[in-house]
C-alpha cells in the first residue's frame, strides 16, 4: 500500500532558531495534508492543512509547502520555542476509492528545542 | 470549538477483561469517527472509521470481534476491547470529522492508555 514517511526522525534547534521538518508522500491521489503536533502522553492536535490545489499556506508561526511534483511536504515554524518541542507527524487524506476519507500518518519528527 | 474528549484516560484491567473507551465530540456533530492505536513511539495506526447509526468499517488485520465499536449518536462513539490480553496494551486514541463543515479535518481526542495485566 502507498504511506506517506518521513526524511528525518529527529530535530533539534536552538530557541529562537527557525525550523522545518519534511515529509514524502507517495499516494499522488491524496488532496488534502495536515500537520499534526502530539506532546507526550496525549492526542495530536492540529496545527495546519493545506489542499492539493495550492502550494504554500501560512498559519501563526507556521507554514506548509506542498510541492506536488516530488511529492513533498514541509512545515516550517519561525521563531521555534520550547513549547513546540513535540512530535510532528503529517499526514494525508486520500482523494478516492476505498481509502476515501482516511488519514495516513506518516512516521513522526521528534522536534527538540533548547532553551 | 472542535474539542473531542475521551473516557477513561488511563485505565488498568486483568487479562481476560472487557474495557470500554468512550469518545464524545463536545462542541460540534460528528457523522463521522475514527479509532487509532499507537504504540510508543510508533505512528497512529488507523483501527476502523466509526459511522454514526451503521456499522464501523475496520481495517485489515483488526478484528472486529476483538474491537467492537458502537456509534450511537452524533456525539458518541465507544471502543469496548473484548477479552483483553496483554498485547492489547497500547494508547487508543478517536478522532471526529465535524458533520456540517467542509473538509476533511480530524480532530483528535487526548487519547486512552490501556495497560492490560
Known amino acids: 500500500g502507498e504511506s506517506v514517511g518521513l526524511h528525518l526522525p529527529t530535530l533539534s534547534v536552538q530557541e529562537g532558531d527557525n525550523s522545518i521538518i519534511n515529509c514524502a508522500y507517495s499516494?499522488?491521489?491524496?488532496?488534502?495534508f495536515i500537520w499534526y503536533k502530539q506532546e507526550s502522553g496525549k492526542g495530536p492536535q492540529f496545527i495546519i492543512d493545506?489542499?492539493?490545489?495550492?502550494d504554500k499556506r501560512q498559519g501563526q508561526r507556521v507554514t506548509v509547502l506542498l510541492n506536488k511534483t516530488v511529492k513533498h511536504l514541509s512545515l516550517q515554524i519561525a521563531a521555534t520555542q520550547p513549547g513546540d518541542s513535540a512530535v510532528y507527524f503529517c499526514a494525508e487524506n486520500s482523494a478516492g476509492g476505498t481509502s476515501y476519507g482516511k488519514l495516513t500518518f506518516g512516521q513522526g519528527t521528534i522536534l527538540t528545542v533548547h532553551p | 470549538g472542535a474539542v473531542v474528549s475521551q473516557h477513561p484516560s488511563r485505565v488498568i484491567c486483568k487479562s481476560g477483561t472487557s474495557v470500554k473507551i468512550e469518545c464524545r465530540s463536545l462542541?460540534?456533530?460528528?457523522?463521522?469517527m475514527f479509532w487509532y492505536r499507537q504504540f510508543p513511539k510508533k505512528s497512529l495506526m488507523l483501527m476502523a472509521t466509526s459511522n454514526e447509526g451503521s456499522k464501523a468499517t475496520y481495517e485489515q488485520g483488526v478484528e472486529k470481534d476483538k474491537f467492537l465499536i458502537n456509534h450511537a449518536s452524533l456525539t458518541l462513539s465507544t471502543l469496548t476491547v473484548t477479552s483483553a490480553h496483554p498485547e492489547d496494551s497500547s494508547f487508543y486514541i478517536c478522532?471526529?470529522?465535524?458533520?456540517?463543515?467542509?473538509?476533511?479535518?480530524?480532530?483528535f481526542g487526548p487519547g486512552t492508555r490501556l495497560l492490560v495485566l
Open positions: 499516494n499522488s491521489a491524496s488532496d488534502y
Open positions: 462542541d460540534f456533530q460528528a457523522t463521522t
Open positions: 493545506i489542499r492539493s490545489n495550492m
Open positions: 478522532s471526529a470529522k465535524r458533520a456540517t463543515l467542509p473538509g476533511e479535518t480530524q480532530y
